[in-house]
């Protein structure tokens, strides 16, 4: 081969190499133009990634997005294939919830993988994040009870936990919604999410304060309603505390005597 024949060849070679580099980029990110009713989470569930993966792809610090804008739209199967087992040390104000959810694992995916029995961790220890992509709890994850969940009862739900949760942590909405999948599971309460909501107290009032005075009735925030699917989303959930209290303000000192299950911001969870 002639060297003018072979250098054309390298600079083919080269401009080849450039075009597939640059082609996986572009397929390992897509751009998505925000349009009415969009959300991260919904984003974020259509395309397979997390709500903190689109926000550090789009150097976000909140949820809020606008429409008309263009994000980046990290592509998956890339990320999860590039994923492998890390180690965390705990430090001040981490919880099981918040390392997970940072990481794009399960609770309970780093509990197997730590060997944890419940929830308590502690400063200075280290955990082992594992591989996303292959966790069983990652891969199985799907809306077990949601099939039997109507879209108004999903709304219902959305709204109490707005209504008793609103300012709580995030992990605290979760817990709400699932006392009352809890309950709607158990004989010992009525077999309807809104039944379960609305189910009156003997001596007057109900079971939930916010139907009483009137709180049941506004609009769920974004946070709530991704609560109540993450609930959704748990066959087993780790939490089977059937209620909770404000033990600051609770007038109930019956409950006051239950287990307690967790935790959580101003609420105590029981069984």
Known sequence: MKKTSMKKWVVASVASVAFLVAQGTADAAAPH????????????????????GLKKANNRQKDTIYVGETLTIPDHTVAAQASISSIHKVTTGDTLFSI??????????LKVTNQLQNDTI?????LTIGNRASSPQAQSSQPAQSSTISVEEKDLLSRLVE???????????????IVVLNRLASPEFPNSVHDVIYQPLTKGGYEF?????GA???????????????????PNHVNDALFFYNPKIADNHWVGTQQVTAVIGNHVFAK
């Not at 209504?163 to 919604?177: N, R």
């Not at 049941?216 to 748990?234: F, W, Y």
């Open 216 to 234: 049941i009735n506004q609009p769920a925030s974004e946070e709530s309603k991704r609560a109540v699917n993450e609930a959704l989303s748990k």
């Open 100 to 109: 997970a959810k940072q990481n794009g694992v399960t609770v309970e995916g």
């Open 33 to 52: 133009k925000v349009v009415k009713g969009d959300t991260l989470w919904g984003l974020g569930k259509k395309n397979g990634v997390t709500v903190d």
């Open 163 to 177: 209504a008793e949760a609103s300012g709580e942590p995030y992990q605290g909405k979760v817990a709400v919604a």
């Open 122 to 126: 502690y400063i200075g220890q280290t």
């Open 209 to 213: 304060s916010p139907v009483g005075n």
